[in-house]
């Protein structure tokens, strides 16, 4: 395959994906594709299957059929480690953050960083160099935080955002997937984590899969559109502001003919 050949591959596919819970189908055979350094907005109303899909892309969920294919080949996701393992990262409206702990240690949780110490090979944290590489991506992500040794509890919104962002990007190789990341954020915050999201994909070489209800957020940053309604994918569109009713006439189910017009352009 020439190097032409494999960047058309999608980094990720979702094929025929199909979930239910007991006599509840969350899933009801949704595709999804996402290229390399493409920024898909996932969109939809509330139970609408987004966090089911997504859940089931980094292993939370096990599919009951379809298949994920990442760089072209079929995998089995099976655990959040597992995921991880593949590249595939997810920074969650929770932003799953340790309060207690400072930004380095919420960082590396599971990745430390370590230093020889004693003839059994036992390893110390090494911490400086945690700081040090924390310091350095927070910087290109135009973050700057006064103390890094300060306990991430007691840090704004938007830092803590950051942390959470740049946590994941640390080990995504393939996806980045961000669950409403300008949630309860300010105006300067908002931009900081829209301008982050505008890079990473040529900076780190990443996809990113964005779920947001905020169409002008979605018009601001993502390449492609997939608007997902009762478990299934009705429409695909290139964001812009000429869309953007087409956007959300899908995702409350207005028309039907929406989708279809949007993945023409």
Not at 3 to 29: I, N, Y
Not at 56 to 75: C, K, S, W, Y
Not at 143 to 156: A, F, R, T
């Amino acid at each position: 395959m020439t190097e032409h050949e494999q960047s058309a591959v999608p980094v990720l596919e979702v094929r025929g994906a199909v979930k239910r819970f007991g006599a509840v189908t969350a899933l009801a055979g949704v595709d999804l594709t996402v290229h390399r350094q493409e920024v898909v907005g996932l969109l939809g109303d509330n139970g609408a299957g987004k966090s089911t899909l997504i859940k089931a892309i980094t292993g939370v969920h096990q599919l009951d059929e379809g298949e994920i294919l990442l760089d072209g080949q079929r995998v089995h996701v099976t655990s959040p480690t597992a995921a991880r393992e593949h590249g595939i990262e997810a920074v969650y409206q929770d932003l799953a953050l340790f309060d207690n702990l400072d930004v380095a240690t919420n960082l590396y949780v599971g990745h430390e960083l370590t230093k020889p110490r004693g003839w059994r090979g036992l390893g110390w944290l090494d911490r400086k160099a945690m700081r040090r590489d924390v310091q350095e991506r927070l910087a290109t992500m135009q973050v700057h935080l006064p103390d890094l040794k300060g306990q991430v509890g007691l840090m704004s919104g938007g830092q803590r955002q950051a942390i959470a962002v740049a946590r994941a990007v640390a080990f995504a190789r393939r996806v980045l997937i961000l669950d409403e990341p300008t949630a309860a954020l300010g105006v300067r915050e908002t931009r900081n984590v829209l301008d982050a999201i505008r890079r990473l994909p040529e900076e780190h070489g990443i996809s990113i899969i964005l779920i947001s209800h905020n169409m002008e957020h979605v018009v601001q940053v993502c390449d492609n559109a997939v608007v997902m309604r009762q478990g299934r994918v009705v429409g695909t569109t290139r964001p812009s502001p000429e869309t953007a009713q087409d956007m959300v006439a899908m995702i409350v189910g207005a028309t039907e003919g929406a989708g279809k017009k949007g993945h023409q352009q």
